[in-house]
């Protein structure tokens, strides 16, 4: 038992995973125990266990599985992470649980399951279990089915997702194994418990014995629900609520929800596998159902018939089909043919579904025509097709259609649409069969009940029974006012026969909502007389009572279609009691109404109703008045009463005070009792009569609201104005506008019949008497709040006056919104308003005004010619057709939703690819949608939709007008027509970030509003997830911005868990992103009161306005600027050349692809150029000549390149979609090396097609053709290929074009080409064309051709100019006085170029000029840097200098900033070094020309000017030098007001090709870094200055360097320049961390280059140049933020190493670099962004894998590799695994593979080093052995005995010995030469004061410190670091005097006493006079002399190495070197000046 006590001291977690089994047992159960015991879910404890889980369950000894399961089923029941180890435990369940023999152990399997669904990770489980059904065991075959079924039966089919099961069942029932097949069927028969008969399909073909023992099965199980009964943990409330029933033992209602949702839930459709017959239609199809031959049609309908038996039809294109089939049913004679097209309709509707919806508009019209046919065969098959149909769209998208055929004079079709129409409303629910339809429908059925034929009249009241089975009572009995007692009661009668689809009890939909019993309301609905209502009102209290009167229903008389939509509109708003009958009051009869008024009044009261004495008449109305005031409203009789006040006198009244009197009990009785329309249309007449009645007037407008207010508002002012008008008293008249204007306000605008007051509101403007007019205007600023500007319309075609006034009403009413009402509301609390009706009535309210209109029918209009027309190739005549229907439209205003064939034209314009038809089809649309009203509708599927993908395209107006149009439509639609079925989800998920964004940016701002929306939202939420997902900002943005609207709608939980099919990584990221949406969701709009729908209906179209204009808005913000019309035009003709196929093209090249792409892309045709050429001249083709490339061009150049270019090639080239021109410029770039010939034999058409990529407004292409060309150009040239005038004269005017393109980087590329093509083609011919260009409209393009043209005449003199350079000069001159800036600085600075070259003669060669343009260039030449001179004009021979400098800079990285700038760099380059810019070259800076020409009498100027007075201060006495502490010169302190765009001016002059505008504008740049206060001016333009930098160094190298003529000793000034501002510039290191890593890398290529350049050694100075440039290089590694350095390394690195071109060098002194940086790691580490390098490393490494490094030739590379990396480990140790979150797929990464290793090898061997690492760090490790040491020492001299890796050798050795002070290298050093070992110790001491004057790690690299100035040899080879050019920090003033004195005796000066001085180079603004020579030479040897006493004193300078230093950046030596020196400085004066005579 010894080992037992060893594991017993184990912690839990360790014992679980022990070897012995005891020990691992006893693990578990103490596992089991601290799970049992850990309250807290999120312990820290759960997380050590994460790992194990997997290892509990699979345990390979069963005891200890036992236990362990026990243990699982504990952790995953408690731990919170569980939840993350479900995929490997459940598969452990499944593969090494599930087969165990034990009973227990699968029990427990199971159980952990189970327990696994119930905390939310069903899908994982599921998918393990299905998993699980594929082993071969069948103990876990069964295991499986079995855990499935019990997790089917306890969670139900809401939780597991059956569709995956039971796909898999069929194979199930074939298995081998009974167990298995009896398992199977259980699992069937617990699934039929939970749907049913959807279960059925999917095993139709299983074993019909099988089958039958299932059926047996299913017959048994109970018809009960199922019910859920053990829940998620999500679902506690659920739970909480089940075990409540459960206690009360009942069924309680609770539960019905929850059921009611889960048993339809799985539809067998849902089940089924899509099969897609589009491909399978036989191939003949189209012809055959064409044939003349009965049998052929057949043959094709029959194969038609066969595909469309399958249930479920994959989405596709039918509408080709559709047409085909509709026009057998609608025109085949045969009718067997009929019956036959009808079934597959029927199948394709069955098998599409909604699919199917969008075609459904197309053939109800033809079936329903059909039903003429009397054989019964036929007319099945179309009932059977149209009941397929209708369930694939809604009755709201078809009604059109059924109700215009209601009309049909055929009978049969009358009875089939009928029935049609009940079967359909069997189908409808309440709120799918709004008052909006039935109300046409049920007018249209009325007709049909009084038919003459039986079976018509039979069909209607089935129709009307259903409707009133399906709406209730209450919605449909408004429209059967009409209707007779036998009629109605045959429609009831109907009613309770009709069976339901949607199984509602008779009656039961009703009743709930009523709530009150059915029967009161069926007695009381026929009722005749008034005693009736009595008795009904007593049963029920009195406020409802009055509800139900307002409530009124529709009057007979009425017949208006929109009034009764309204009423329609209302009734639904308040689910109130039963409805009630005082509104259909007949009326009494005179005698009666005395009767009943008699028992309730005084009896005085009625005797002296019609006395003489008004003061008895008065008496008798008070006591009226008190009567009515005390009666009940169930009592009073409000006709009678009402008739006895109209009694005589009735309302001829002529005393004031009981007329008034009258007019309030009127009132009163209207709001006590229920006061019908009968009684109100007794009194409404005297009212109006009496309301322009000064004294009565108002009593009468009471009267009438009251009146109002009980027969609601839409009847009573319908019946008032109409009696208005009906007199002649204009004071009535405006008076009863203006009571309706405020009585609008008080009601609301609910059901208003507008069109009734619009014709007596036209009435009124026409009035004579102006306060009418007045009035009507008021009227109409009221009806404006609720209908919106729709209502304008109606008066456009009023007198212009009229009109003015009526909008500067609606003017004061915009913005305002409509007041809530106040009255007539009552009605609507009553039953707690129910949603359906309330959005019915949003939409109606809206919607009402636009339905009066008078709609014309414009179907006749759109003929088979016009849509043709549509359709046609030609682009123009196409337009012609859109422009057609665009007047169609305009002239009809408004049309009837019957446009024929119009839509599918429509749709195939929105992809068209000419964008200016494109939008203009949008406009039509967004007409369209404003004409047809919301009937527009049954169009959002087929035409809605297609202008949502337009939202995809790439040009931002079209996007902005598609966006427009959407917004249109959407405003006649709603939303609901667009939400609903796939297609939106469809588009969402097309990958087009355009497309995505407005979508979703559309949706946000739409779903908002919404408040209810279709369940198919849901089916877009996946798309929503990749697009939070997008790589496109944008994407992600809007994605973000729309995620809380569509869980506002959808729910959390329905969102949350949508993400179950997300990678785990998306799904965490999306379900924070859920989270925090959640936060911000907005509440759902409120059920709207009746205001708030009708300002939606009305404020609507005003809403849209803005859309719009939004739309617009980011249209010309966003993305690229506008293309102008021209272009537009162009660019959809050249991409239309593929006709209209448009997009159907694409799929055929694929086929082929493989085969035909593999030969040669241009075939060499002999002599075919020639032949082209010939016939262009003899005018047998057409010439290259045009504006715009029409479409006989582009044909043309087919044809001519069809026999010369690949045809899978000109496919590419000649296809309407861009990207397709993209694909084939990329071919062409590709092959354009290896078939130089090719491409020159095709050259004239190349550049023709080139031409006309650049009318197309696609940027990429534009980009891409630009890049071809420049390869092309450079191929041409090495080819030694010049352009004939042919292919010059048809290429190089439209490349001139693009020259004025808005876009920088476009423009630079066009400048670079036209460079390029100098070489290939003579300036003096390329000339007349620029020259032409400057003639453009685009003043861009004027000012870049001006530019081009002094450029032209720099390079090449003024020969190029032609005819003759007078004209040439006088026709540049002209733009000195064009109205646009640039193109005036242009043509200026192009005439200073002219005139430096050719000095005063340009004046004469201009000729008159105006004064104004003549002063401006006087003054510009006088300005100008340079001053005419004599030397001879460069000729032609110059040009390659002025190319290669270009192209250089054009193949400029473009990064960010980068991009810019080098374009900056490149325009001030091309105009020679004078740029215009605001600034000039201020005087101090420019070059003292008459001084250097006194000096030297050489043109050639040596230094900048500002160089000459350095030195010459010093040797004067200066005794009181002027007090200017640390000034800079004047110069900067003016441009600190414009500071940042001097600098750029400055900088971009550092790229000069100038030598000397380089050096000026270094040297000034150097003068602000040096002053610690101006320097900070620098920071944000480093990285420009950088390139400048490197840019001027690849010049150097490719240009400069290259050129004999250029003296060489000014190369070497430059380059002293260039590094001397560097090493100042990484003296800060502020600034120096600002360079980015992409300007380092290519600075650090340039530097290195630089190094290797071994033409610089040649030079006199070059050695010195390159040990600056080896300082310079130390600096960066050390000053650079070290992430951007190190990563630029390794980038350099890995380019050096691809590129085949590079010398092994290069690469070499990359790693070198990169050793250096490793060394300054252990300080560095910390400020390193660790997780970046690591990323570079990684690309690294999978550029270069280790197989690959091994090969390369030399080793350093995989040695530097493994350095850095062991480095980094050693340094961050396993933390460094952490830092790899930046690499995507850690998993596939070599590095980090890699690194496990080292740290693993760290941990084995701590100590040990690794050889390798010790070589490659050059650091060395301890413990060495003796072999070791030897091996290691002779590697170290190897290197310092090789040239190039001595001094790197030298620190090593240096640190081997410092490390081990005994260590003996005499050995080494006994064998070499006395001059080695001398060099070795010189070495080794050196690095000694070095490293101790700096104290800080040493740089081992030797280097002397550059100078500013020029270098002069050094004598000596001793290796040095130090630097002294640097502006650090502040030194005390002792050190300076000191330093000053040093010169100043050195200089021959007596030193008096001085405070400080300034700087060298501030005082350069006071020039004086040389004293010794010329400044330069004083400059050169001060110099050199300096240089050689610091490198023997250097150890005075190191340890102040941060010291202020001179101008030139000289660092001063000790005083005992002066007098020694003084001799040499002579000589070398001497000498220097020797060399210049």
């Given at each position: ?6 594991w ?7 014992k ?23 309250d ?10 994460l790992?194990?889980?997997?290892k509990?369950?699979?345990?390979s ?9 026990e ?53 994982a ?11 071969k ?5 069964v ?23 039971i796909?898999?069942?069929p ?67 659920l ?23 889960v048993?339809?839930?799985v ?26 031959k ?5 043959e ?18 039918y509408?080709?089909?559709v ?5 057998v049913?609608g ?15 029927a ?12 075609y459904?508009?197309?053939?109800v ?9 009397k ?13 397929a149909i ?12 059924i109700?215009?055929?209601?009309d ?31 109300k046409p429908?049920?007018?249209?059925l009325?007709?049909h ?10 069909a209607?009241?089935?129709a009307?029974?259903t ?11 408004p ?10 009661d ?14 509602k ?41 009055k509800?139900s009167?307002?409530?009124a ?33 007949s ?22 109703l ?37 009694k ?6 002529t005393?004031?005070?009981v ?15 229920n ?22 007037g ?44 405020n009585a609008?306000k008080?009601f ?62 609606f ?7 409509a ?6 509301i ?61 007047s169609?439209?305009?002239e ?9 064939e ?32 919301p ?9 809605g ?13 079209v ?52 408040r209810?929306?279709p ?8 798309h ?15 994605a ?11 729910g ?23 989270e925090?949406a ?12 009746k ?11 005003a ?31 050249s ?10 093209v ?15 892309i241009?075939?060499?045709v002999?002599?075919g150029?020639?032949?082209?050429m010939?016939e ?12 715009t490339?029409r ?5 043309q ?20 979609d ?35 990529r ?38 190089i ?24 093509m ?22 861009k ?14 390079s090449?003199?003024m ?14 001159a ?10 005036r600085?242009?043509?200026l ?10 000095g ?6 201009i ?9 401006m ?6 300005r ?25 800079n ?23 070094s ?20 006194n ?31 640390r000034?800079?010169?004047?110069h ?5 007001s414009?500071?940042?765009?001097t ?47 490197f ?11 290259a050129?004999?003529?250029?003296d ?14 560097m090493i ?15 300007v ?21 100075e070059?050695?010195q140049?390159i040990r ?88 350093f590379?995989i ?9 980094l ?10 830092h790899l ?27 040990k ?18 072999a ?6 002779a590697?170290?001299?190897?290197k ?23 260590a ?19 070495g ?6 070095e ?24 004598s ?22 000191e ?49 050689e ?23 001063l ?18 000498r ?6």
């Amino acid at each position: 038992m010894g080992d037992d006590s060893e594991w017993m001291k184990l912690p839990i977690d360790q014992k679980c995973e022990h070897k012995l089994w005891k020990a691992r047992l006893n693990g578990y159960e103490e596992a089991l125990k601290l799970f049992q015991k850990i309250d807290d879910e999120k312990s820290p404890e759960w997380s050590k266990y994460l790992g194990l889980i997997k290892k509990f369950v699979t345990d390979s000894n069963a005891v200890a599985q036992l236990k362990g399961l026990e243990a699982a089923l504990a952790y995953v029941e408690n731990a919170h992470v569980a939840g993350k180890t479900t995929g490997e435990v459940a598969s452990g369940v499944v593969n090494k649980v599930f087969n165990q023999p034990k009973a227990r152990a699968k029990e427990l399997g199971e159980d952990i399951c189970l327990m696994y669904i119930e905390i939310e990770k069903g899908e994982a489980v599921q998918e393990e279990l299905l998993k699980g059904l594929d082993n071969k065991n069948p103990k876990i075959i069964v295991a499986c089915i079995e855990t499935l079924r019990k997790a089917l039966s306890e969670f139900g089919s809401k939780i597991i997702s059956l569709k995956p099961i039971i796909k898999v069942l069929p194979k199930l029932f074939e298995s081998r194994e009974k167990a298995v097949r009896d398992e199977a069927k259980l699992l069937a028969v617990e699934i039929y418990r939970w749907i049913r008969d959807a279960l059925r399909p999917p095993l139709q073909n299983i074993n019909s014995v099988q089958l039958k023992e299932l059926e047996e099965e299913w017959i048994k199980v109970s018809s009960a629900a199922p019910k859920q009964t053990r829940f998620l943990r999500s679902q506690q409330e659920l739970k909480a609520k089940f075990e409540q029933q459960q206690g009360l033992g009942g069924d309680a209602d609770g539960g019905d929800d929850d059921e009611e949702e889960v048993v339809p839930q799985v539809d067998a459709y849902e089940l089924l596998e899509a099969v897609e017959i589009l491909s399978k239609l036989p191939k003949d199809f189209y012809e055959k159902i064409e044939a003349k031959k009965w049998q052929e049609r057949k043959e094709a309908l029959e194969a038609v018939e066969l595909l469309v038996k399958n249930p479920k039809l994959e989405s596709g294109d039918y509408a080709d089909l559709v047409k085909a089939l509709k026009k057998v049913v609608g025109k085949d004679t045969n009718v067997m043919l009929v019956a036959l097209a009808a079934k597959c309709l029927a199948g394709l509707a069955t098998g599409l579904r909604k699919k199917f919806g969008q075609y459904a508009g197309h053939v109800v019209p033809t079936i329903l025509e059909k039903f003429k046919e009397k054989k019964p065969q036929v007319v099945q098959a179309l009932q059977e097709a149209i009941d397929a149909i209708f369930l694939t769209t809604t009755l709201q998208n078809i009604s059109e259609d059924i109700l215009a055929v209601m009309d049909n004079k055929n009978p049969t079709i009358k009875q089939q649409t009928s029935l049609f129409i009940a079967r359909s409303f069997r189908h409808c629910t309440p709120s799918t069969l709004p008052k909006s339809l039935l109300k046409p429908f049920c007018a249209a059925l009325l007709k049909h009940i009084n038919d003459s034929a039986p079976e018509v009249r039979d069909a209607g009241f089935e129709a009307l029974g259903t409707a009133l089975k399906v709406a209730g009572e209450r919605a449909v009995n408004p429209f059967l006012a009409d209707v007779d007692k036998l009629k109605l009661d045959r429609i009831k009668e109907c009613a309770e026969k009709v069976e339901l689809v949607y199984g509602k009890k008779p009656g039961g939909p009703a009743e709930k909502k009523e709530g009150k019993p059915i029967t009161g309301k069926t007695t009381a609905l026929p009722g005749p007389a008034g005693d009736k209502e009595t008795k009904d009102a007593a049963t029920r209290p009195g406020p409802l009572k009055k509800t139900s009167a307002v409530k009124a229903g529709v009057p007979p008389k009425k017949g208006k279609p929109a009034t009764s939509a309204g009423t329609g509109g209302a009734g639904t708003k308040g689910k109130k009691g039963p409805e009630t009958k005082e509104i259909f009051e007949s009326e009494l009869s005179i005698e009666v109404c005395e009767e009943k008024a008699a028992a309730v009044l005084p009896a005085s009261c009625i005797q002296q109703l019609d006395s003489g004495n008004w003061k008895e008449r008065l008496a008798c109305m008070e006591e009226f008045q008190k009567a009515v005031e005390l009666m009940e409203r169930s009592e009073m009789p409000c006709q009678a009463l009402v008739r006895m006040l109209a009694k005589k006198p009735g309302w001829k009244e002529t005393n004031f005070q009981v007329m008034q009197m009258k007019l309030h009990i009127v009132a009163l009785i209207a709001q006590k009792g229920n006061f019908s329309k009968t009684s109100a249309q007794v009194v409404l007449d005297g009212l109006v009569d009496k309301v322009g009645d000064v004294k009565c007037g108002t009593n009468a407008k009471e009267a009438m609201t009251a009146i109002a207010e009980a027969c609601q508002l839409p009847w009573t002012a319908e019946q008032v104005v109409a009696m208005a008008f009906s007199q002649k008293n204009p004071k009535n008249q405006s008076e009863t506008l203006n009571w309706l204007s405020n009585a609008i306000k008080e009601f609301g605008f609910s059901g208003l019949n507008v069109k009734a007051f619009i014709s007596n509101v036209k009435t009124a403007l026409a009035a004579t008497n102006p306060a009418v007019r007045t009035s009507a205007i008021t009227l109409l600023g009221v009806m404006y709040l609720y209908v919106g500007p729709s209502l304008r319309m109606f008066f456009e075609d009023e007198k212009p006056a009229l009109l003015s006034q009526i909008d500067a009403e609606f003017e004061k009413m915009q913005g305002q919104t409509a007041p809530a009402p106040t009255r007539g509301i009552s009605r609507h609390n009553v039953g707690g308003g129910g949603d359906d009706g309330e959005e019915e009535e949003q939409e109606e309210v809206g919607n009402d005004v636009v339905d009066l209109l008078p709609r014309a029918d414009i179907g006749d209009k759109i003929t088979a010619e016009l849509v043709s027309k549509i359709g046609d190739k030609n682009w123009k005549i196409r337009k012609e057709g859109l422009d057609e229907v665009t007047s169609i439209i305009n002239e009809a205003k408004f049309i009837q939703p019957n446009i024929g064939e119009l839509p599918a034209a429509l749709k195939g314009r929105l992809n068209d690819s000419n964008k200016i038809l494109v939008q203009q089809t949008l406009s039509i649309l967004q007409q369209l949608a404003t004409a047809m009203g919301p009937n527009i509708k049954q169009y959002v599927k087929n035409l809605g939709i297609p202008v949502i993908t337009v939202l995809g395209d790439s040009k931002n107006n079209v996007r902005a007008a598609a966006l427009a149009t959407v917004n249109a439509w959407a405003e006649q639609t709603g939303m609901k027509e667009w939400l609903e079925g796939e297609d939106l989800s469809e588009e969402l998920k097309k990958e087009n970030p355009f497309l995505r964004q407005e979508l979703l940016g559309w949706l946000a701002e739409k779903l908002p509003a919404l408040r209810s929306v279709p369940s198919d939202l849901l089916l877009c939420v996946p798309h929503l997830y990749s697009c939070l997902e997008d790589r496109n900002g944008d994407v992600r943005k809007k994605a973000q911005d729309a995620l809380p609207f569509f869980m506002m709608h959808l729910g959390f939980e329905k969102m949350a868990k949508a993400t179950g099919k997300l990678k785990p990584t998306s799904k965490d990221q999306v379900l924070a992103m859920l989270e925090k949406a959640k936060a911000n969701m907005p509440a759902k709009p409120a059920p709207l009161a009746k205001t708030s729908s009708r300002v939606v209906g009305g404020a609507a179209p005003a809403k849209f306005q803005p859309a719009s204009a939004f739309a617009d808005d980011l249209g010309s913000n966003t993305m690229e600027p506008k293309p102008d019309l021209k272009k537009a035009k162009a660019g959809g003709l050249s991409s239309k050349t593929k006709g209209v196929q448009g997009k159907k093209v694409i799929s055929k090249p694929n086929l082929k692809e493989d085969d035909d792409k593999s030969g040669p892309i241009f075939i060499i045709v002999p002599n075919g150029k020639e032949q082209r050429m010939k016939e262009e001249k003899a005018l047998k083709v057409l010439k290259w000549n045009f504006t715009t490339p029409r479409d006989e061009y582009i044909e043309q150049l087919k044809t001519q390149m069809s026999t010369c270019v690949a045809k899978w090639l000109q496919d590419e080239m000649f296809h309407a979609d861009f990207q397709h021109h993209n694909k084939a410029l990329t071919v062409m770039i590709e092959h354009l090396e290896s078939e130089k010939d090719g491409v020159i034999s095709c050259l004239d058409l190349i550049l023709k097609w080139l031409t006309l990529r650049f009318f197309d407004t696609n940027t990429s292409v534009l980009m891409k053709t630009l890049e071809y060309l420049k390869l092309l150009f450079n191929l041409l040239n090495q080819e030694e290929y010049h352009l004939t005038e042919n292919e010059a004269s048809s290429f190089i005017p439209y490349l001139i074009l693009k020259v004025g393109e808005p876009k920088d980087v476009i423009r630079k590329d066009v400048r670079a080409i036209l460079n390029r093509m100098c070489l290939i083609y003579p300036a003096s011919k390329m000339f007349p064309f620029i020259m032409e260009g400057t003639k453009s409209k685009n003043s861009k393009q004027r000012a870049e051709c001006l530019e081009e043209l002094g450029c032209l005449v720099e390079s090449y003199g003024m020969n190029v100019c032609q005819p003759t350079p007078g004209k040439a000069l006088k026709e540049m001159a002209t733009h000195i006085g064009d109205r646009d800036n640039t193109v005036r600085n242009a043509a200026l600075n192009t005439i200073v170029t002219v005139y430096n070259v050719h000095g005063d003669q340009v004046f004469k060669l201009i000729g008159n000029l105006s004064e104004k343009d003549m002063s401006m260039l006087e003054e510009r030449i006088k300005r100008s840097a340079k001053r005419p001179t004599s030397a001879p004009v460069r000729q032609a021979e110059e040009k390659p200098q002025r190319t290669q400098n270009i192209s250089a800079n054009a193949s400029m990285m473009r990064k960010g900033q980068a991009e810019d700038m080098s374009s900056k760099l490149n325009q001030n380059r091309n105009m020679g070094s004078h740029s215009e810019t605001t600034h000039s070259v201020p005087r101090e800076f420019q070059l003292d020309l008459d001084e250097i020409e006194n000096d030297n009498g050489t043109v050639r100027c040596e230094m900048p000017a500002l160089v000459q007075h350095k030195l010459d201060d010093i040797f004067e006495p200066v005794l009181i030098p002027e007090p200017k502490i640390r000034a800079v010169s004047p110069h900067f302190d003016d441009m600190h007001s414009n500071t940042a765009s001097t600098i750029n001016f400055v900088i971009s002059q550092v790229a000069s090709g100038d030598i000397n505008t380089s050096i000026q504008a270094l040297t000034q740049i150097d003068e602000v870094l040096k002053q610690e206060d101006k320097a900070e001016a620098m920071s944000g333009h480093i990285d420009q200055f950088l390139i400048a930098t490197f840019m001027q160094l690849r010049l150097i190298y490719n240009t400069h360097m290259a050129d004999e003529k250029l003296d060489k000793d000014e190369i070497v000034r430059l380059y002293s320049c260039i590094i001397g501002s560097m090493i100042t510039l990484f003296q800060i290191e502020s600034l120096a961390r600002e360079a980015s890593t992409g300007v380092l890398k290519d600075l650090m290529h340039g530097l290195i280059t630089l190094m290797l350049d071994s033409r610089v050694e040649d030079l006199e100075e070059g050695e010195q140049v390159i040990r600056s440039v080896n300082l310079l290089v130390v600096k960066v590694l050390e000053k650079s933020d070290q992430t951007n350095i190190l990563s630029a390394l390794l980038v350099l690195l890995q380019d050096s190493l691809l590129a085949t071109a590079s010398s092994p060098k290069f690469a070499e002194l990359v790693m070198k670099c990169l050793w250096r940086m490793v060394r300054l790691l252990p300080e560095t580490i910390n400020s390193i962004n660790l997780d970046r390098i690591l990323l570079d490393i990684h690309i690294f490494m999978k550029v270069f894998p280790k197989e690959k490094l091994k090969q390369c030739k030399s080793e350093f590379p995989i040695r530097t590799l493994k350095t850095l990396l062991h480095t980094l480990c050693k340094l961050k140790g396993p933390k460094i695994l952490d830092h790899l979150t930046m690499i995507d797929n850690k998993n596939e990464s070599e590095l980090e593979a890699h690194l496990c290793r080292v740290m693993k090898h760290a941990m084995d061997q701590t100590g040990k080093a690794d050889k390798d690492t010790e070589k490659g760090a050059s650091r060395i490790e301890e413990k060495a052995s003796k072999a070791k040491v030897n091996d290691i020492l002779a590697e170290i001299f190897k290197k310092i005995g090789s040239k190039e890796n001595t001094k790197e050798g030298l620190a090593e050795l240096y640190e081997y010995k410092k490390k081990y002070s005994d260590a003996d290298i005499e050995p080494f050093l006994k064998n070499s030469s006395q001059f080695f070992q001398s060099y070795v110790e010189r070495g080794l001491r050196l690095i000694e004061t070095e490293r101790e004057g700096k104290g800080r790690i040493a740089t081992s690299t030797g280097i002397s410190t550059q100078m500013e100035g020029t270098c002069v040899p050094a004598s000596t080879h001793t290796v040095s670091s130090s630097i002294g050019n640097t502006n650090g920090e502040e030194v005390g003033p002792s050190v300076y005097l000191e330093r000053l004195k040093i010169l100043r005796q050195r200089c021959g000066l007596d030193n008096a006493k001085q405070e400080d001085r300034p700087p060298l180079t501030s005082l350069l603004s006071k020039p004086t006079l040389p004293t010794v020579a010329s400044s330069t030479d004083m400059l050169h040897s001060k110099l050199s002399q300096l240089r050689e006493s610091r490198e023997q004193y250097q150890h005075l300078d190191l340890d102040s190495n941060q010291t202020h230093s001179s101008g030139i950046g000289t660092t001063l030596a000790s005083p005992s070197s002066a007098a020694a020196n003084i001799d040499d400085l002579k000589k070398r004066l001497e000498r220097i000046k020797s060399s210049r005579k």
